[in-house]
Antibody, heavy 122, light 107 residues
């Protein structure tokens, strides 16, 4: 069974930093591209970033470019999101998501974790 | 960025009804379109990808189609477990973008 478990979400002050983690199981992690997607409770979905299976290709939403860094450790079946210079508008539930297709990916979002909440507030 | 305009924002329907949700892309995206279902308090689930391919395990009452830059998700006979919010998503260009969502409510 495919499982993705996020952690690291908490309350942080504006301008602060946070690192989210996602540990996966049930599939060959190093075969798949991975995404972070966020959602403000009661609102729509907002794609954040993608990392390819080997970390060679990375893409970000403009709203987080230069502040967030996605990375992965295939030996630990883990995905990370380093979030710096946090803003109130970054407050959301952050989902770790596996791409539907292995290799370079299809950019369809196949398997989702349950999310970890981030609140940016003073 | 590619804008995805979804309509309606909400629809009230009864069990057994046929429900159609539409998504319009601001530019050509080919077959790079997916649909997701989200129930309150849970993560979204992929239903349809590549416009019309059903993810394994998705009931056949769900179907997807396209006409140019207009995309449609159809539920042929609404079941109680289908009351949820549905989102479209384009996978043609970064940044990946979603429609605003359609909530299917019980009439």
């Amino acid at each position: 069974e495919v499982q993705l478990v996020e952690s690291g979400g908490t309350v942080v002050q504006p301008g602060g930093s946070l690192r989210l983690s996602c540990v996966v199981s049930g599939f060959d992690f190093d075969d798949y591209a991975m995404h972070w997607v966020r959602q403000v409770p009661g609102k729509g979905l907002d794609w954040v970033c993608l990392i390819s299976w080997d970390g060679g290709n990375i893409y970000y939403a403009d709203s987080v470019m230069g502040r967030f860094t996605i990375s992965r450790d295939n030996s630990r079946n883990s995905l990370y999101l380093q979030m710096n210079s946090l803003r109130r508008e970054d407050s959301a539930l952050y989902y770790c998501v596996r791409d539907r297709q292995g290799g370079s990916g299809s950019y369809f979002l196949d398997s989702w974790g349950q999310g970890t909440p981030v609140t940016v507030s003073s | 960025d590619i804008q995805m305009t979804q309509s309606p924002s909400s629809v009230s329907a009864s069990v057994g009804d046929r429900v159609t949700i539409t998504c319009r892309a601001s530019q050509v995206i080919g077959n790079w379109l997916a649909w997701y279902q989200q129930k309150p308090g849970t993560a979204p689930k992929l239903l349809v990808y590549g416009v019309s391919d059903l993810r394994s395990g998705v009931p056949s009452r769900f179907s997807g189609s396209a006409s140019g830059t207009d995309f449609t998700l159809t539920i042929s006979s609404l079941q109680p477990e289908d009351f949820a919010t549905y989102y479209c998503q384009q996978a043609h260009k970064f940044p990946l973008t979603f429609g605003g969502g359609t909530t299917v409510q019980i009439k």
